[in-house]
C-alpha cells in the first residue's frame, strides 16, 4: 500500500474504504472490479492503484481494517474479561450488533470474506483470522471457570460445538444470500438460551 493513502483527509480516505466494503459486501472477490470500487469512492481507477497496487492488497487491508475495529468494540463491550462463557458470548452478541448497525457492508463484507473461495486470497483472510481471533478466544476459554458447567463436561468439546453450530449457520445464511441481521440476532439469543439450558450447572 502507498503511504499516501494514508495522507488524505480522512473524509477521502473513508470514502474509499467504504466504497470498498460495499463493492466486496455484495460480489465475490472475482466479480467485484476496481473500477466499481473507484467510481463508488468518487476517484479515477488509476488513482485507486496508486494507493493500492492491486486488488488484492485493498481486499486484505479492509478485512485488517476490519478485523481491529472487531476486536475493539468487543474489548469496548468486556468481551474478553469475564469467566463467565455466556456472559462473554451475550457481549459479544451486543457488540457485534453494534457494529452491524453502525457500519452495515463492512459486517456484510466480513461474512463474504469469511467463506471467499478464490485461492489468490483465502488463505490468506483465514490466517489473518486466526491470528486476530484465535489468540483471543484463547485467553477467553483459559478464564473460565469449570464450577458453572455441568460435572464432567468435555469442555473444549463444548466450546467446539458451539463454534461449529455459530459457523454452519452463518454458512447457510450466506449460501441463501440471506445476511438477515435481526434474524441472526433473535436466533442467537434462542441458540443461547438453549446451550445455557443443556451445559450449565442447574442451581
Sequence with gaps: MNDRFFSLPEQKRQAIVNAGYRVFSQNSYKNSPMSEIAAEAGISKSLLFHYFRNKKELYLFLWDTCAQMTIAV???YGCYEHAGLFESMERGMRAKMDLIRRYPD????TIRAFYEKDAEISAAIQASYHRY???????TRLNLDPEQFIPGLDIPMMYREMYWASEGYL????QRGDVDMERMEKDFTRLMAFWK???LRKE
Excluded at 463492512?106 to 463484507?109: D, G, P, Q, Y
Excluded at 481471533?133 to 485467553?139: P, Q, T, V
Design 171 to 174: 454458512w447457510e445464511m450466506v
Design 74 to 76: 468487543l474489548t469496548e
Design 197 to 199: 439450558s443443556v451445559y
Design 133 to 139: 481471533f484465535n489468540l483471543k478466544a484463547d485467553r
Design 106 to 109: 463492512m459486517t456484510n463484507f
